[in-house]
């Protein structure tokens, strides 16, 4: 059976993979040391490290904030990031009283320059279906609590621009440098589903 | 196309699940490969970039194929699908070839021929689908606009619980291909993209949780508001 339909076994996902890349290769239509080379550029230099550096330098640099806040996709080619799916990265901010997070209710777009690739639980379909429709309640499910009074804001990914949330400095970190809170800016908080907290 | 990928606010997915610390990117190494390989599929199927054309195929996968082995099983099946219908891969190629891998003995298909009518994309002349256009932006920021009321049988990024919504024009966003023609290989026709603000109330009720939410949303998808 084909992957599109039709009744049958299905064969494992693993088994078909490797099916597909002998074929490729076979026909000359791959190098399987570009597939080695996309996967090692996933796994090790392209992560939330990267949107980390971004939100820290912003923390400790007001002139950077306001460049990032204006133009994102500027600002963060100054650290070096840009590429597939960062053409165009809008960088909002969340406060005291304005609270952002991220979705893609239609496949699972994401701003893989400074993220990498998203988590499972961005592309799970709970997460894809509720988040847009009961954010609050989602939120909470994740673990993060918001008071009444503060103020959601969704932003659904429907077309080719990606969104990465600036999140608040944590209280108690005024002392730190720019490379001591880099390793404190998650990626949960980056899509807006957690908050950054003081070590 | 109403697929089951277009899935903002619809009911029975169950709870959430909260992140995990330190989730690898690929939980398994056939999911790398999978993504590396459909990145590549994908460009050859397409004679270039089309991420539009990659998503259409993704929406067209049915049920099981779209959600049994999650995102990376998808991105396999919408590489399948893609390299078949180019006919880079004949149909069936890949699950001949898995059972050959596993110790069965079959046949396998031929080489298909190359499809004549096949159209590629052309170059980008952009970066990603960012792209310029001359005319100026039908909807100003603060304009009140509504999502139109429709069902478009090929691919869209119109999704179903926004169409026939009222919001405002929050951002005017850099213009872009729009997926509606360029998935199907039928030309480029980038538009101005408005991020648009919706009140939940307007998109869920009165009853909804209170919060508000933008989208991106092509101008062929708006008509005025009064």
């Known amino acids: ?199 | 196309m109403d697929g089951v990928a277009d899935m903002g606010g619809t009911s029975g997915w169950g709870p959430v699940h909260p992140p995990r610390r330190d989730e690898p990117v690929f939980e398994k190494p056939w999911q790398g490969r999978a993504f590396a390989l459909a990145l590549v599929s994908s460009r050859i199927a397409c004679g270039g970039y089309n991420p539009d054309a990659f998503r259409h195929a993704h929406e067209r996968l049915d049920r099981a194929a779209y959600l049994d082995e999650g995102y990376f099983g998808r991105w396999l099946n919408g590489a399948e699908l893609m390299l078949t219908e180019s006919a880079a891969l004949a149909a069936g190629a890949i699950d001949a070839r898995a059972r050959n891998l596993r110790g069965e003995h079959v046949e396998e298909p031929p080489v298909p021929a190359p499809r004549p009518d096949y159209r590629p994309t052309a170059a980008p002349v952009g970066a990603g689908s960012l792209r310029s256009v001359d005319t100026a932006p039908a909807f100003a920021v603060g304009e009140r606009v509504r999502a139109k009321d429709m069902s478009p049988p090929g691919h869209t990024r119109l999704a179903r619980y926004l169409r026939g919504h009222t919001g405002v024009v929050e951002r005017i966003q850099p213009a872009s291909v729009l997926p509606d023609t360029n998935a199907h290989f039928q030309g480029e026709n980038p538009q101005h993209v408005y991020s648009v603000r919706f009140d939940a109330r307007e998109l869920w009720g009165e009853d909804a949780e209170p919060f508000t939410l933008t989208a991106e949303l092509f101008e062929s998808y708006l008509e005025k508001s009064s």
Request: charged content about 25%; overall charge negative; glycine content about 8%.
């Open chain 1, 1 to 199: 059976m084909t992957a599109t339909g039709g009744a049958g076994e299905r064969l494992p996902a693993s088994l078909r993979t490797e099916a597909l890349e002998q074929l490729l290769t076979e026909r000359g239509l791959i190098d399987p040391e570009v597939v080695d080379g996309i996967i090692t550029t996933y796994e090790t230099n392209v992560g939330p490290l990267n949107g980390a550096k971004v939100i820290a330098k912003a923390w400790t640099d007001p002139e950077y904030r306001r460049r990032l806040l204006d133009d994102g996709t500027a600002a963060i080619k100054e650290l070096g990031f840009s590429g597939s799916q960062g053409e165009h990265i809008v960088v909002v901010e969340n406060t005291a009283t304005t609270h952002h997070v991220v979705v893609c209710t239609l496949c699972s777009c994401y701003p893989w320059p400074v993220l990498g690739l998203p988590p499972s639980w961005y592309k799970d379909p709970s997460y894809r279906a509720r988040v847009v429709k009961e954010p609050r309640t989602v939120l909470a499910e994740m673990g993060l609590e918001l008071d009444d009074d503060v103020q959601i804001i969704v932003h659904d990914s429907t077309s080719e621009v990606r969104w990465l949330v600036l999140p608040e400095r944590p209280a108690g970190t005024e002392h730190l440098s720019e490379e001591e809170l880099v390793p404190l800016v998650t990626r949960d908080a980056m899509v807006g589903v957690a908050k950054v907290t003081a070590p």
